[in-house]
């Protein structure tokens, strides 16, 4: 009804010393004309009287499909001195979920007249949706309004609490912290913006991607409307080592933020440990924002025997919904190459460059990005196995063009124990859908490439469900005909994070499915089972042009954390199919099933052991396996939405 308000709880009149914790609050409406103004709260804290209200906390609350006209789900408003909104669920709200304002009437003394001394964290906000309420059309949903911020606060923590053990008190104290302005230069919005809560998080999700940072947290001080960012430092000095074939051993040194400053320097150092002869050296520097531009730059160089590299790159990519992307890289590089075909490695050297930039605008009627990409690239070959015209097209030099477009959305949700071992991690849904044209010419052919590729992915109720498939092929232009073609489908599911006592446990599924067809001979033109697309325990030699895996994985995070390492303990069991019959299910059939164990301390750079157990079997039983493997593994990279440099169809 016109003229009057609609509110589910409503706090006044110097009120303190309230709490308002696990209220479920729903179907609150006011439907009266927008022109009315119409006016709905499913809490409404209101500071109306001379006395301050304080100390109020309103959090663990669930509130959704309200209809608030012009106003909001959760207001704070007038003489509320001193207030914490924290730990809500709103979702399927029209307007704004949670506003602290000021200005409006709530008091009648303008100095009394603003709300002051809160904070607003930790709150999951989504689906807020003008298209629900009388505001459709042109104006635009908010999930939580504090009009704008006048100044950012950073606060520093090192890696480890100043209390904690021997182990964590030494590493604090060998550790150089991230000086303020490289965290500054990373964050997306500046003083005078309005609060972006899906902006916040993506910052929030950038800066956990530095290898220097543990774990970040953005609190917004509605009072004088500024912020807090509170980042945590990663301990950056890591020791790698390696051993390879032909007795060739490498020994490695890093520091990820080198001198506090974000970049990243590594020194490898290489040697025979069947006669300790030196083999070379290898330097690695990068710097993750070059300046504040978000430009990524890195470089490396050096020698490890008989393999040689130089990489020059300079590259920035999309971050905003509005964006854009631009990339340079160079490399010259000789090292031994797996020929598939052949199973040994051969020695290549080549050279190549690639560039390439992009554009995206958001489009707010379809919440979506249009995007558009383009990209140049070409190899130089001076020293590989033999090539004919239909005989290792992969090392033919050649010249490429490729274009691509198409539409994208990528927001981020927070969850932990998924990829990591219990810090937040900050996990992506959304959809990329793409077109890819282009032309190569070819030292023996000219041929133009048509592709198209779709990924999209959720949390639903049963986990975080993820499906794409890409589809590409050449074409041959002296001919007409269909050339390297090929199909690579993936499906991705993690479970629920399920409590067992005192542990945590998540179940992982993996799919891939890929087929190649007016394929050529050589290498790179069948497929075997990969560290990626394969068999956990398996070293048997397969090939094919066909091929299908089932990965499955459960997870036990237990409670146990010796020196801050916490055990997650795994079982596996993956099942695969590959050989050249387009028939799938009349192809080599394997499995392999086995256990292990992962420690991880998430404060520190360097990687997670796995220890891994293992067998492998066949259609006519035990295969050749890899019983048992020692490994480590950096910090894996979550699936993004967001789009990159056109790529041609991968079969690997």
Known sequence: EAGREANGIVVEAGSTDITLRGNHIHSIRNTAPRETYPSAHAILLIGNTEQAMRRITVEGNRIHDCVTGTSEAVTINGYVDGFRIEGNEIFRCSNIAIDAAGGYAANRNPDLNYARNGVICRNVIYDIDNELGQLKGNCGAIAIYA????????????????????????????????????????????????????????????????????????????????????????????????????????VGLSDANIFGTGNTLKFKTNFSRRDFSYGGNIVEYKIPNVLGTFYTADFSAGRDFYNSELNLGLRKEFIRPTDYEIGLTYSDIKSKRYMVDLDTSLLVKVRNLDVWGGKSHYIRSIKSSVFLTGRYSYAR???????????????????????????????????????GFGTREYLATGYKAELVSGYSWGEFNDEMYLGMSYQTGGF?????????????????????????????????????????????IRQFLAFNYTQGWNRGEGSDEMIRFTRDNGLQALKEYVTGTNRMILNTETVVFTPYQP??????????????????????????????????????????????????????????????????????????????????????????
């Not at 015209?389 to 932990?416: I, Q, S, V």
Request: overall charge positive; proline content about 4%; charged content about 25%.
């Open 381 to 419: 070959f001076s020293r590989r196995p033999p090539v004919r015209a239909d005989y290792n097209p992969a090392l033919h030099d050649h010249d490429a063009m490729l274009f691509g477009g198409g539409l994208y959305r990528e927001k981020f949700y927070t969850a932990n124990m998924v990829y």
């Open 147 to 250: 009009d704008g911020a006048r100044d950012i606060t950073i606060e520093r923590m090192m890696p480890f609490d100043s209390c904690g053990n021997w182990f964590e008190r030494a590493g604090n104290k060998t550790h150089m912290l991230t000086r303020e302005r490289v965290i500054r230069r990373d964050l997306l919005f500046k003083p005078g913006d309005k609060f972006d809560p899906q902006l916040v998080v993506r910052n929030k999700q950038l800066l956990r991607s530095r290898p220097y940072i543990s774990d970040t947290e953005v609190i917004i001080v509605p009072d004088s409307l500024d912020s807090t960012l509170r980042s945590r430092d990663s301990w950056t000095i890591s020791i790698d080592a390696g051993i390879h074939g032909e007795g060739r051993t490498m």
């Open 563 to 652: 020196l801050g390492f916490r055990i997650a303990v795994f079982g596996f069991a993956d099942f695969g199919l590959i050989g050249y019959s387009p028939n799938i299910f009349k192809n080599d059939f394997f499995t392999s099933f086995g256990v292990g164990v992962r420690l991880r301390n998430e404060r520190l750079v360097f990687n997670t052991v796995q220890i891994r157990l293992g067998i492998a079997f066949g259609k006519r039983g035990l295969v050749e396996s890899e019983y048992f493997r020692l490994s480590n593994a950096t910090r894996v990279e979550q699936y993004r939405y967001r789009p990159t440099r056109p790529e041609i169809v991968g079969f690997k």
């Open 460 to 504: 639903r109720g049963m986990g975080y469900i993820m499906g794409g498939f890409t589809l590409g092929s050449y074409i041959d232009l002296k001919s007409g005909m269909w050339r390297h073609s090929a199909v690579d489908v993936d499906l991705k599911w993690f479970s629920n994070l399920f409590l067992f006592r005192r542990s945590r």
